[in-house]
Each structure stands twice: as C-alpha cells, then as structure tokens.
C-alpha cells in the first residue's frame, strides 16, 4: 500500500554483479546473467511480482529481452504490465502483449498514432504521458488513479531506474547479488543519467535486511528522503 499521494508504492527489484552491472556487455540481455540465479532467488523474484498491482520495465529492455513479464514459479496473479516508450516504439510482436495480462504503454504526444494504433488492436492500452516525452510523474498518478496500481515492481534498466530515481519516485530496492564482476566501462549500471556534483547530492539508502537465497545474497534497502 502507497504511503504516498496519488502515486503508488514502487520497488526496484534487480540482479546486479558484484561491480553493480546489470548484463555482461551493453545491448546484451540480462537473461545471460540471469541463468545464475538460485532457484531461490527466481522464486522470490515471481513472488513479488505476484504480490505486485504492476510491473514496468522500459522499451529498450522490451526489445532486448522479449520478455513476458508473468509469474512463474509461484502461485499468483499476473500484475499490469507498464511499458514507458515514447515514440511507442514496441513491436507487435512482442511478448508482453501476450494475452496473459494487461499491458500498458505510456507514450508521448509525439508518438506515431499509426503504431500506437496498431499496439492497441494487439490490446496494449496505449496512454498519452506527456507531449515530448513520457512523464514518469504523470504515469505515476494515472496508475494510481485510472489503474488502481498501489504497488508497483520495477525491473527496469539503468535508464529507466536512473529516470525514475531522479523524479523521486522509487521507494525500495531489492536487489539479487551474483557473484561476478564484468567491468566493462560500456556496460550498463543499476543506475544511469544522475549527475551528482558533491556527496551532498548522491541518494542515500538506509539497509533494511539481508539474507541468502539460495547461492545469493539479497540487500533490500529503503530510499531515505529529508
């Protein structure tokens, strides 16, 4: 339940190597990284997708990863499915518009009406968010407001996560260890697109518990705000 008005309560849940990489190699797909995950930690992953109203991950990823965005492993029902794109660039072919859930894309005034009438024959719900780009602060109180969404999970990537952490809207983050480092200076991070100029301007985040599933270590944090 949200703490917050009109917007939900949004968690970033994420797998991340021991440097804090999301994949092995930018425009890789983070599945690579994801086939090390204990059974634990991809049950734990379902779950709360499970216990979330809502689950958003970005265009980019859509496209990389193909994913369907359901719950497996678990018993649960799956959540909406918010896609952010603004030029509602998501194929039609894509999984997450499987008829396994709803899907919302977010796009902006700009987007081309063609594709995104196409997306909704395919049944995406297609929300205008802003007119340059999509406004996550928009698309935050429309969830909340149209949707009902009062959790919601984000499995996004660093821009997305970056986007979101730099309109002040992410809450919690959990995040699954894996016991690698990549390195690459090219390869995506947890976050992306801040640009602190002094300690006084980098996010702090209070520990609020950890604990191993199965081979990974889980951190789950809490954004503290002044």
């Known amino acids: 339940m949200s703490d917050h008005i009109n917007r939900p309560y949004v968690t970033l849940v994420s797998e991340v190597t021991i440097d ?12 690579l990284l994801m086939q090390f995950m204990s059974h634990e930690a ?3 992953l379902h779950q709360i997708r499970a216990d979330s109203d809502a689950i958003m991950v970005g265009a980019n990823t859509i496209r990389i990863d193909n994913s369907f965005l359901t719950v497996r492993h ?39 009406k063609e594709k995104c009438a196409i997306l909704a024959e395919k049944g995406a719900h297609i929300e205008i968010c802003g007119d ?33 952490f730099q309109e002040d809207l992410i809450d919690e983050l959990l995040l699954i260890h894996l016991p690698f ?44 705000r002044s």
């Open 20 to 31: 804090g990489k999301l994949t092995v190699t930018r425009g890789a797909s983070s599945k």
């Open 132 to 164: 340059e780009f999509v406004d996550l602060t928009v698309l935050m109180r429309l969830l909340f407001d149209k949707y009902s969404v009062q959790s919601l999970m984000i499995e996004g990537g660093s821009t997305l996560n970056g986007n979101m």
């Open 181 to 224: 480092i990549a390195g690459g200076e090219d390869t995506p991070s947890l976050v992306t697109g801040l640009h602190p100029r002094d300690v006084s301007d980098l996010l702090k985040l209070d520990l609020i518990t950890q604990f191993m599933a199965g081979e990974n270590l889980i951190t789950k944090w809490r954004v503290v």
């Open 74 to 112: 678990v018993e649960g029902k799956n959540p909406i499915r918010v896609i952010p794109s603004s030029k509602a660039d998501i194929s039609p072919d894509a999984n997450v518009l499987s008829p396994d859930a709803p899907t919302i894309i977010a796009v902006s005034g700009r987007a081309d």
């Open 42 to 44: 991809e049950v734990l």
